[in-house]
Structure formats: C-alpha cells, structure tokens
C-alpha cells in the first residue's frame, strides 16, 4: 500500500518510477539543445542512464526475491549517480544552464530519497 492507501498493482504506480520517468523526459528535453557532435557521446550516455533507472525501477518490482529486488533498486541508484555526474560535465561545459541543472538535479535528489525508501522498506521485510 502507498501513502494514499492505493495498492500498489504495477511499477508505475511507484512514486520512485514515476519521479525516474518524469527524470528521464527531463534529460531527453534538455540534450535536445546540446551540440550535434555530441549525440553518441554525452548526450547518448546520459539518455541511458536515465533510462538506466526507471528501468530498474521496473525489472526490480517484478522480482519475487527481496534481496533480487534491492539489488535493482541499487543499480537504479548507480545510474543515477552516473547521470548527475554526466549533469554536473554538461553544466561545467556549458551545454545545460545552471537553472536547468538546478532543475534537473532536484529531481535526482527526490529520485535518490525514493529509492532509498523503497530499499528500507524491503529491508524491514527482510
């Protein structure tokens, strides 16, 4: 059950998904401004990574294996800090504005806080 009381059926019901999606659609609007020499370098990376998350998100729900499920959600967590460190280049070479990594790195944040809730929860269970 979610905090509403909704069960919770399908990985996109969960906050953490919904936050790395949201994350994702992000990352694809912003790289759609960088430079064209970058599009299978920086901007390649950084899609992946974030499609690296919500789909770990995703693969981890549908596991039946507690200690399987935290292990996505981790590797969902390695991704994201693979991207912030890909947000953090972007911004240093001035291919994303600061307001737009703030932006970008806030959600990140709140992605980070869910999936480490997710991975307590599992814990508890454990």
Same mark, same amino acid.
């Given at each position: 059950m979610d905090m509403i009381g909704k069960k919770i059926r399908n990985f996109t019901d969960?906050?953490?998904?919904?936050?790395?999606?949201?994350l994702t659609?992000?990352?694809y609007q912003v790289t759609k401004l960088f430079p064209n020499e970058e599009t299978y370098s920086l901007v390649n990376q950084m899609r992946r990574s974030?499609?690296?998350i919500?789909?770990?998100?995703?693969?981890?729900?549908s596991r039946q294996s507690r200690k399987e499920? +935290?292990?996505?959600?981790?590797?969902?967590?390695?991704? @994201? #800090?693979? =991207?912030?460190?890909q947000l953090l280049i972007s911004k240093d070479i001035h291919y994303i504005s600061h307001e737009?990594?703030?932006?970008? +790195?806030?959600?990140?944040?709140?992605?980070?806080?869910l @999936? #480490?809730? =997710?991975?307590?929860s599992i814990r508890i269970l454990l």
């Open positions: 969960l906050q953490a998904w919904k936050e790395a999606h949201k659609l992000s990352i974030s499609i690296s919500s789909s770990n998100i995703a693969e981890g729900f499920k +935290i292990q996505f959600y981790y590797t969902a967590k390695g991704s @994201l #800090t693979e =991207l912030q460190n737009n990594y703030s932006s970008i +790195i806030e959600l990140t944040i709140i992605v980070d806080k @999936l #480490t809730g =997710l991975i307590r």
